[in-house]
């Protein structure tokens, strides 16, 4: 008998709260650029300070609690807790700025090489093999990075940083598995940030002063939302990659930079020269070439494992 395999309906399910969350990780550079003439600085230690409120409320609207002190009381957990938010406060920061300094083209590259970045880690953290056809993926995706920095005449920091600091990321976050769910996760994440946050609003409070309370009700009410925009996507994610196969989870990733991607170039108007599109088109088949990759190997496992499930 083969093993039995997750109900269709609950893997339709996980793919559609997958989508959810990166259609809204998509979108959110419109969103930042709503809350002008906060910055990133401030906007960051925002988002740090309401997420953590905003999951004490889940965790008692859930009572989660039992579960949250049982993870507070293992030092290996909360030490990885807080390398993890060490790195999202990275790509939190990269990312708004990015966001707010007309260079939202380039974080969409950032998050369409993560991919290639997470297989690279496989290699030289998990000393994982890569077959062939992955390193052909990372040599065009090397290319790309090599004709944006030679023909672009500027080295792409914030892509580079934003596809480093996701990456490591999601190996620290694999390390840690299921023993931490999503929200007792962001919670302690945000927890170790609070400092961070703190010393980010007095600077910005004694230099151009905050902003929070100061441009008008709808603004004030859009960023004090930010704690539940932060929020709501991770859990959405959460519950799609409980439910949605590995593959399907794998496809689904591009489209936050997709549409990051077209709000840049079609709404922002950010200028896309002839190098650029050069460099991206190289990247986007390195991942065409990744993902047929990924589906060909996945199919190869199902099939082993059905024949050797199957009696003789």
Known sequence: MTPASPPASGSVRGGLFAF?????????PL???QLEPTGPWELVAWRILLSFVFCLILLTVLRAWRPFLAIV????????TALAGALIYVNWQTYVYGALNDRVIETSLGYF??????????????????????????????AA?????????AFPWIA???????????????????????????????????PVAVV?????????????????????????????ITAIPLLLFAAGARRAPLTVMGLIQFVAPIIQFGIGVWVLHEPMT?????????????????????????RRRRTAISDVSEPV
Not at 282 to 295: E, G, K, N
Request: hydrophobic share 60%.
């Open 274 to 298: 002839l190098e650029r599109w050069i460099g991206f088109g190289l990247v986007w088949v390195a991942l065409t070439i990744l993902s047929i990759d990924s589906l060909v190997a996945a």
């Open 20 to 28: 959810a969350a990166y259609l809204l990780w998509g979108v959110l």
């Open 200 to 228: 980010q609003l007095i600077l910005v409070a004694v230099t151009s002063g905050l902003t929070m309370g100061a441009n008008g009700p709808l603004h004030t009410a859009l960023l004090a939302s930010a704690g539940a």
């Open 145 to 153: 990075v090599m004709v944006i920095v030679v023909g672009y005449g």
């Open 113 to 142: 090489i993560n991919p290639i970045v997470t297989v690279l880690l496989g290699v030289t953290v998990l000393r994982e093999r890569l077959r062939p056809v992955q390193w052909i993926a990372i040599g065009l995706s090397v």
């Open 73 to 80: 009381r293992q030092p290996r957990l909360l030490g990885l």
């Open 160 to 194: 580079l940083t934003l596809a480093l600091s996701f990456g490591v990321y999601g190996l620290v976050k694999k390390q840690i598995g299921p023993s931490v769910d999503a929200v007792s996760g962001l919670t302690l994440e945000s927890f170790w940030l609070l």
């Open 31 to 33: 969103y930042f650029l």
